[in-house]
């Protein structure tokens, strides 16, 4: 279909050149910035975290999960399954902006507690590596950004709250177990709901990021 092809080229042109911007206005106060250049700023924030989310997740899986973990233990639902999500990319763009920021939002801020914890619990497993603290310290630092990131949109959106309860997580007594079988399978179920949480905010900042600045005519994955 050559008119899609077109705009398909047109909207890789302009991904290009706000990249391009966005290099200029990285150092800006958020407050000058363009609605354009605040959705760059947070999925540039939201991409690196669910890509260091998956690292983390990869190399505990390679060094430490356990195939008798299906049999003998039962997985728990993620803190956050609470919060509504569309699953579909059909439902994503049936989705309001409003509720899917809000959905973003709430997500993001439930896990600035369990990313503490998880943090502080990768040297407690065995032979843990200096790689994964990098990346679990700089996942904690990112989410952070992503959330003041996420409240300047927010508030320039004029999205109201009811209220600002967000999902506990009660994750951590069997993180901090002195059982290394529940220490290990509580590690990886965070890290397991760390990469799904990230990958759907960053799925619906991307999305949202087409929408408001090329009017949904871009590709994005
Ligand atoms: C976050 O989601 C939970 C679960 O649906 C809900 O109870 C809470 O009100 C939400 N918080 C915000 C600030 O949207
Ligand atoms: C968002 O608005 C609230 C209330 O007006 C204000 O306290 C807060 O500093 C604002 N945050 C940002 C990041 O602009």
Not at 9 to 23: A, E, F, I, P
Not at 99 to 124: Q, Y
């Given at each position: 279909m050559p008119a899609q092809t077109t705009i398909t080229?047109?909207?890789?042109?302009?991904?290009?050149?706000?990249?391009?911007?966005?290099?200029d206005v990285?150092?800006?106060?958020?407050?000058?910035?363009?609605?354009?250049?605040?959705?760059?700023?947070?999925v540039d924030h939201s991409h690196t975290t669910y890509v260091l989310a998956a690292d983390i997740y990869s190399e505990f899986d390679l060094n430490f999960f356990k195939r008798s973990w299906f049999t003998d233990r039962t997985l728990s639902l993620c803190h956050t399954a609470s919060i509504y999500t569309p699953d579909t990319r059909e439902e994503v763009h049936n989705t309001k902006?409003?509720?899917?920021?809000?959905?973003?939002?709430?997500?993001?801020?439930?896990?600035?507690?369990?990313?503490?914890?998880?943090?502080?619990?990768?040297?407690?497993l065995p032979g843990s590596s200096e790689n994964m603290l990098k990346s679990a310290n700089a996942v904690k630092e990112r989410n952070h950004v992503l959330l003041e990131g996420l409240e300047t949109i927010l508030n320039r959106t004029q999205v109201e709250f009811e209220d600002d309860t967000y999902p506990d997580w009660s994750g951590q007594s069997d993180?901090?177990?002195s059982d290394e079988e529940t220490r290990l399978f509580a590690f990886f179920n965070l890290c397991r709901c760390l990469k799904r949480d990230t990958h759907k905010v960053d799925t619906y900042l991307k999305v949202l990021r087409c929408r408001v600045a090329f009017k949904n005519e871009c590709i994005y994955f």
């Open positions: 080229r047109v909207c890789m042109l302009l991904l290009v050149s706000t990249l391009l911007l966005w290099k990285a150092s800006k106060p958020s407050g000058l910035l363009s609605i354009e250049a605040l959705y760059n700023r947070v902006t409003e509720d899917l920021l809000k959905a973003i939002n709430n997500i993001t801020h439930a896990w600035e507690e369990p990313l503490k914890h998880l943090l502080s619990a990768v040297p407690t993180l901090e177990s």
